[in-house]
């Protein structure tokens, strides 16, 4: 059965803004209003389609994005609503991937908020058609005007008002639409309102607005600017098709008035997103990566780009795509671009919630699931034969926080990295790292609640108890002056004997240096290390007195201390060895006596060359709101952090320091605590550092604990 909606008549719009602020329940109106649920759920009763995951409903907000669909006079909307949360930015960023409009929400009590702000960078980057919503105007706090005035700072002018409400708080049920030039009337049940002419106490306000908008919309177009010079007005649908026009060329934001839990607007909204909103095909075509246009035409070369995938309880793994061009149909088989794997669409799906309603075909510009592929993921684009489209990978960010996470119970380690691989595959921004250096499985993840949603996949449907700790910080350890040794290592006692002697001379190395005072260099070789800095070794044997073949092997014994450093047990670097003398025996001479010589003369001087251990210092960038830039700063220096400079970012005022990444453990939940979740952060690796004598000692003194019991 052929798709029920074509392409000009499928809308995909995600619904995007700060925690809280209503887009759940904005959705829930929207399929209650087009009759798909016949009673409207919330958020608080656990009862609306969006929220149905358990977590979501034990914690009262969406962690992950749902499609949801909805039909309005004609046309399908497709709904991506989307969490609120920064820490499950990854559900965003791929929803706003594949839609085609974003309804950014904004909570009329509290104005544009840092998540409003974090949002709407990314819909920056993909520069995606915008709509405002201001929600929540029965709330008695809020202020219409206020809210509008921040969006307009903080977002620009482009934000003009289309809707406006005619009360606010308790009474509110009026809302003035200057496209239209018509008052809606909702009754205290919401839905569907009255259309009233606008009150003449209204009049002029309506008609300044009215104006605002329409000069908004013919300053975009050169026919209509014409136009309206020539007739001083424009017809609702010149204004509707110049505001589409404006829309895609993000040159203007629409701004409209809600309240979700009155379900008072969501109808007009719809019937804008209908009219005027683009679908996929009145969109800029995708361009591949190959940089080709890919127009997004039904009757085009079938092509797929899968923005996410689930793993379902007794279903198995669903992937959610869009169609970017041709129509897919059950039965279909595809190419995946990524991995040359084919792939056959036994079913496809509909989404509404956690609800699959099955269907034939979809069509370009659709979005919806299929279920068990083979070999395909986020990101991944699947096509037909004889084509080699791959569409851009979504970007996803790298991660705020680290953890050490492993099995309660010893022995489920292969079943908690299955797991940690299935968690994986659902969601990008968790990358797990199996750290050989610092022997720990490390879970990278964008901050304490995301944490908290994968440990709830891991127990409750992967079923290994897991705990997670602090990660060890990975140390390195140098040395600041010049140190000679010479180790014996003599074993003759029955079996083969083992002989070998070996001086060295240890420096501190630095680009540039001059050549070994008082030795005659025979050979060297400088090693960039896999752990960053440099090991430069020189052979200085005079007169034979270690023979060529052996000096590998005391280079491998100096490389195996360098892996385990004589203070900490860290990575050792920039150091210069200039093997200088020694002795052999002509029997018991061999690789493993001077690889051990070469260990210990190496430990002995590097003991005596004043050694140094280094910290990782991180630079951290705060994005935090003017009058919060002290408590920031204050928190920071509590962490050793050295604050480098405040720049004024947007609206933010941005605090760049240099931390020490022992100290940031917790600095994301303190963060949010200190900023009531006002603030964001980044930090990436800046250098290496001296640490304090005090902190040397202490290291030293645990690894040398750790080292005894290890033997004990
Ligand atoms: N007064 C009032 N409350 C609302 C309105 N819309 C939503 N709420 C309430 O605000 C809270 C959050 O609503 P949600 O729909 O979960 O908000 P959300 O944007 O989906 O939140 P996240 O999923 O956390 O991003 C709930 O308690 C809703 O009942 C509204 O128009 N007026
Ligand atoms: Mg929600």
Same mark, same amino acid.
């Given at each position: 059965m052929a798709a029920e909606f074509d392409t000009s008549h499928v809308k995909n719009v995600v619904l995007l803004g700060h925690a809280g602020s209503g887009k759940t329940t904005l959705a829930e109106c929207m399929l209650y209003e087009a009759g798909l649920i016949n009673r409207r759920g919330t958020v608080e009763e656990n009862s609306t389609v969006g929220d149905y995951h358990p977590l979501e409903q034990e914690r009262g907000n969406s962690i992950f994005s749902k499609l949801m669909h909805t039909k309005w006079r004609g046309y399908k909307i497709n709904i991506l609503d989307t969490p609120g949360y920064d820490d499950f930015v990854g559900e965003v960023l791929s929803a706003l991937r594949v839609a085609d409009t974003g309804v950014m929400l904004l909570n009329a009590a509290m104005g544009v908020e840092v998540g409003t702000d974090i949002i709407w960078e990314y819909t920056e980057k993909f520069k995606t058609p915008m709509i405002f919503a201001v929600n929540k105007l029965d709330d008695d706090s809020a202020d219409f005007d206020k809210t509008v005035q921040q969006a307009k700072d903080h977002f620009g002018s482009k934000v003009t008002v289309v809707q406006y409400p005619r009360q606010q708080g308790a009474g509110f049920h009026e809302i003035i639409d200057v496209l239209r030039m018509t008052m809606y009337k909702f009754h205290d049940s919401g839905g569907k309102p009255e259309k009233l002419a606008i009150p003449d106490d209204e009049r002029e306000k309506a008609d300044n607005l009215h104006k605002e908008l329409v000069e908004a919309v013919a300053a975009n177009d050169e026919a209509l600017m014409e136009k309206y010079f020539d007739k001083g007005e424009l017809e609702e649908d010149e204004l509707k098709e110049g505001l589409k026009k404006a829309m895609i060329h993000h040159d203007i934001f629409p701004l409209f008035c809600l309240s979700a839990t009155r379900n008072m607007g969501s109808g007009r909204l719809m019937g804008f997103i209908d009219n005027v909103c683009p679908s996929a095909n009145e969109m800029p075509p995708q361009k591949t990566r190959k940089g080709e246009d890919l127009p997004c035409d039904a009757d085009g070369p079938a092509c797929i780009f899968v923005y996410k995938t689930i793993s379902e309880p007794h279903v198995g793994d669903m992937s959610f795509f869009k169609v970017y061009s041709g129509t897919i149909k059950t039965g279909m088989e595809l190419v995946n671009e990524s991995n040359g794997s084919f792939e056959k669409i036994n079913q496809l799906f509909l989404m509404e919630g956690n609800k699959r309603l099955p269907v034939q075909e979809l069509t370009a510009g659709d979005i919806g699931a299929t279920l068990k592929l083979r070999n395909t993921h986020v990101n991944n684009t699947l096509h037909v034969k004889g084509k080699n489209y791959e569409l851009p990978p979504i970007e996803f960010p790298s991660s705020n926080v680290t953890y050490c996470i492993e099995p &309660? #119970?010893? %022995?489920?380690e292969e079943k908690l990295a299955q797991a940690l691989h299935q968690l994986r595959e659902e969601d990008p921004t968790l990358v797990v790292e199996v750290s050989k250096e610092l022997k720990q499985t490390l879970l990278h993840c964008q901050g304490d609640m995301h944490l908290a949603v994968a440990k709830w996949k891991i127990e409750n449907l992967h079923k290994v108890p897991v705990k997670f700790g602090k990660p060890r910080i990975a140390y390195r350890e140098t040395i600041r002056k010049t140190a000679e040794a010479n180790y014996r290592h003599k074993k003759q006692s029955g079996g083969a004997g083992q002989f070998g002697e070996v001086y060295m001379r240890i420096e501190p190395f630095y680009e540039g240096m001059p050549e070994p005072v008082g030795l005659n260099v025979r050979g060297r070789d400088s090693f960039d290390l896999d752990w960053g800095g440099k090991l430069v070794f020189y #052979?200085? +044997? &005079? %007169? %034979?007195? +270690?023979? &060529?073949?052996f000096l590998p092997s005391i280079l491998k014994g100096v490389m195996e201390k360098m892996h385990e450093g004589p203070l900490t047990g860290s990575y050792v670097r920039d150091v210069r060895v200039c093997v200088y003398d020694g002795k052999m025996h002509p029997v018991d001479s061999n690789d493993i006596s001077f690889k051990i010589a070469g260990i210990m003369a190496f430990k002995d001087a590097f003991q005596k060359a004043d050694p140094q251990v280094l910290e990782p210092i991180h630079t951290v960038e705060v994005l935090c709101p003017e009058e919060l830039t002290g408590a920031v700063m204050g928190d920071l220096q509590s962490r050793r952090g050295m604050v480098e400079g405040i720049d004024t970012e947007g609206h933010f005022q941005k605090v760049i320091a240099k931390v020490p990444l022992a100290e940031m453990h917790d600095f994301c939940s303190s963060l949010r605590s200190i900023t009531q979740g006002r603030a964001k952060f980044k930090m990436s690796f800046d250098s290496y550092q001296p640490v304090s004598y005090e902190l040397q000692r202490k290291l030293a003194e645990e690894y040398n604990k750790s080292a005894e019991e290890a033997v004990a």
């Open positions: &309660v #119970n010893k %022995g489920e #052979n200085c +044997i &005079v %007169g %034979g007195a +270690i023979d &060529v073949r």
